[in-house]
């Protein structure tokens, strides 16, 4: 099993930045794809972005491209998501995700956290 844990979810104005962090823990596998989806209130689960380890590739979803970022410390078992630019229609939980795969539905990822909430004020 794999435990993940997200952090770093907040408040903050349009136009402002937020740092999440994801810590893996358990049978870890540097192999593992890892990704961040998100989820607002009466929508389905969003795919954000996926990193694969190596080699290192990284895939966004359309409305986060060129605001948010995905980075890797495969060393610590942690991933990264620097969001720029932050839009009120990034409110949502913000979720961890990691699999063998990367893809861009979620159910192709084994394991989850619980989520972290992000809320942007216009």
């Known amino acids: 099993q794999v435990q993940l844990v997200e952090t770093g979810g907040g408040f903050v104005q349009a136009g402002g930045s937020l740092r999440l962090a994801c810590a893996a823990s358990?049978?870890?596998?540097?192999?593992?794809?890892m990704a961040w989806f998100r989820q607002a209130p009466g929508k389905e689960r969003e795919f954000v972005a996926a990193n694969t380890w190596r080699p290192s590739t990284t895939y966004y979803g359309d409305a986060v491209k060129g605001r948010f970022t995905i980075s890797r410390d495969g060393a610590n078992n942690m991933v990264s998501l620097q969001m720029n630019n932050l839009k009120p229609e990034d409110t949502a939980v913000y979720y961890c995700a990691a699999g063998s795969v990367a893809d861009t539905l979620p159910e192709r990822y084994t394991y989850w956290g619980r989520g972290t909430q992000v809320t942007v004020s216009s």
């Open positions: 358990g049978r870890t596998n540097s192999r593992y794809a």
